[in-house]
């Protein structure tokens, strides 16, 4: 689905948004006894909708998808789905290390009402490129829903290679990157080259992504503070590329604090919003916690 927004100036090519700008990398709710809670969860959507996000990505890591069932994954893209209606966008994430398995969680979103898929690189076997390449290749022709690849090597041991990523820009459902590979020069050339939507998953550099030509945001700060982290690509869209800065730097401490400190995204969002997390996750001690709130009501104060 496609996401209209304000009109850019003549003189700006619009970058393709095929998911919306502001997207919010949503956690997972548990009940005090580790199960779903699918009334937080629909709660928490409506929320963040409310508050200014485009789309919701479900089933990603911040929402905690190794420790929940492939039952628990489909019945929160349902209940969401629901919630939000048609006009956001529910992206949910499919990602393993199994093709096999990949590919029946690809088809068991769309049967559960997703507008489209996040895909991660095959982690931990660090297959080769054309490996890579044939897997989201399989997967794209797994479903009808479009593709949001997935580029975070850190984490998976294997980088999509800005090569691989011309190539797969050919399949008519591969429509979008989550870049967290840290290479604005790469990124930028497949933007130049492609019609690929660049979304930043790491938030330090969704202004300057943005800039250089990105679709926006895939942001597990947006958790917590989803205005503040819209605020910026709102300015800079508004040609207030000062106040962009502006606001960008007012976030800083927060992102540093809940993505930099050593504790997973899913952590110290649940450290702000309340809520457990499933093992082998662990609860923020008291002095992690106090800082992020420390941060988070710094964030809410108004500007001076």
Do not use: W
Request: some cysteine; charged content about 20%; overall charge negative.
């Amino acid at each position: 689905m496609t996401i209209a927004h304000s009109e850019q100036p003549p003189h700006l090519e619009q970058p393709p948004r095929p998911f919306g700008r502001a997207l919010c990398a949503m956690i997972t709710p548990f009940t005090d006894s580790g199960e779903l809670d699918l009334g937080a969860a629909r709660r928490h959507a409506a929320r963040l909708v409310a508050e200014g996000c485009d789309g919701l990505v479900l089933n990603g890591t911040t929402g905690e998808s190794p420790t929940t069932s492939d039952a628990e994954k489909s019945a929160l893209v349902r209940a969401v789905r629901e919630e939000v209606g048609a006009g956001v966008a529910v992206v949910a994430g499919v990602g393993t290390s199994d093709t096999r398995h990949t590919l029946a969680l690809a088809r068991q979103a769309e049967e559960a009402g997703a507008d489209g898929l996040l895909v991660v690189t095959p982690y931990y076997s660090r297959p080769p490129q054309d490996a890579v390449r044939a897997h989201f290749l399989r997967v794209a022709d797994a479903s009808g829903l479009p593709l949001m690849l997935y580029d975070i090597p850190g984490r998976t041991g294997t980088r999509i290679e800005p090569e691989t990523l011309l190539e797969l820009a050919g399949h008519p459902r591969i429509v979008a990157v989550k870049d967290c590979s840290y290479d604005l020069l790469g990124s930028a050339k497949v933007m130049a080259r492609t019609s690929l939507a660049y979304y930043s998953g790491s938030e330090e550099l969704n202004l300057p992504l943005y800039a250089l030509g990105g679709a926006g945001y895939v942001s597990t700060v947006a958790n917590v503070a989803p205005r503040a982290m819209r605020a910026v690509l709102d300015a800079f869209d508004a040609g207030d590329t000062v106040g962009a800065r502006r606001l960008n730097r007012r976030v800083l401490p927060l992102t540093e604090l809940m993505m930099a400190s050593g504790l997973p995204g899913t952590v110290t969002v649940k450290a702000l919003l309340g809520g457990p997390v499933r093992e082998p996750l662990q609860p923020a001690g008291r002095e992690a916690a106090d800082g992020l709130r420390a941060a988070y009501d710094e964030l809410a104060q108004p500007e001076t």
